[in-house]
């Protein structure tokens, strides 16, 4: 059974703070993504990481893929309040981590 | 796009009614559809993949009964809760993917979610 370990399971720091997510697993796999869940809503791809050692930025948002494509971590610059959410890592074919719940205070 | 669409966003039934909740692929054809639940402070816990056309295949733990999954159309999945109980109050969210993007990998787009409450 592929499993996808996510650490921190709660963060909670304040803006302007660096962050960085953990996700890991003793599964090779093909893809990894990354998803943001607000409370009370669906969660929002934010991306797909497919090569071993890809980094792939999104503005203040940096996913890299581990060279083994057995993990990922998600590194936030200078977070803000608005990167508050549940963040979930996901492979194929349905596994999702637990997720990492944020929060920045203001 | 890949945009997906749920309703209710909230519902509030009373014990032992029957809740049907729709999830749409709004721009895209989506032969597979999957269904969530999700409790306070926890991930997502797949419940069951709709299929297009035929019956859905659900996890282990799920009551296929009780939670009665159709996938009448490219575009259109309904959960419906049978006989609602107070313990299955959650959050229900459907996912899709789009089998029309070339670099499609899994990737799954989800809906907005509906809470369900029963009294």
């Known amino acids: 059974t592929q499993l996808l370990e996510q650490s921190p399971q709660f963060l909670s720091i304040q803006e302007g703070e660096n962050l960085t997510v953990y996700c890991n697993s003793s599964s090779v796999f093909s893809s990894l993504q990354w998803y943001r869940q607000e409370p009370g809503e669906g969660p929002v791809l934010l991306v797909t990481?497919?090569?071993?050692?890809e980094v792939k930025k999104l503005k203040r948002l940096t996913f890299q893929f581990g060279d083994a494509r057995k993990d990922s971590s998600l590194h936030i610059t200078a977070a803000q309040p608005g990167d508050t959410g549940l963040y979930l890592c996901a492979g194929p074919p349905l596994v999702f981590g637990k997720g990492t719940k944020l929060t920045v205070n203001p | 796009g890949a945009v997906v669409s749920q309703h209710p966003s909230r519902v509030i039934c009373k014990s032992g009614t029957s809740v049907k909740i729709e999830c749409r692929s709004l721009?895209?054809?989506?032969?597979?559809m999957f269904w969530y639940r999700q409790f306070p402070k926890q991930s997502l816990m797949l419940m069951a993949t709709?299929?297009?056309?035929?019956?859905?295949?659900?996890e282990q733990g799920v009551e296929k009964d009780k939670f009665l999954i159709n996938h009448a159309s490219l575009t259109l999945s309904t959960l419906t809760v049978t006989s609602a109980h107070p313990e299955d109050s959650s959050f229900y969210i459907c996912?899709?993917?789009?089998?029309?993007?070339?670099?499609?990998?899994?990737?799954?787009?989800f809906g907005p979610g509906t809470r369900l409450t029963v009294l």
């Open positions: 709709s299929n297009e056309g035929s019956k859905a295949t659900y």
């Open positions: 990481v497919v090569t071993g050692g």
């Open positions: 721009d895209f054809q989506a032969t597979t």
């Open positions: 996912s899709a993917r789009d089998l029309g993007l070339a670099s499609s990998y899994n990737e799954q787009f």
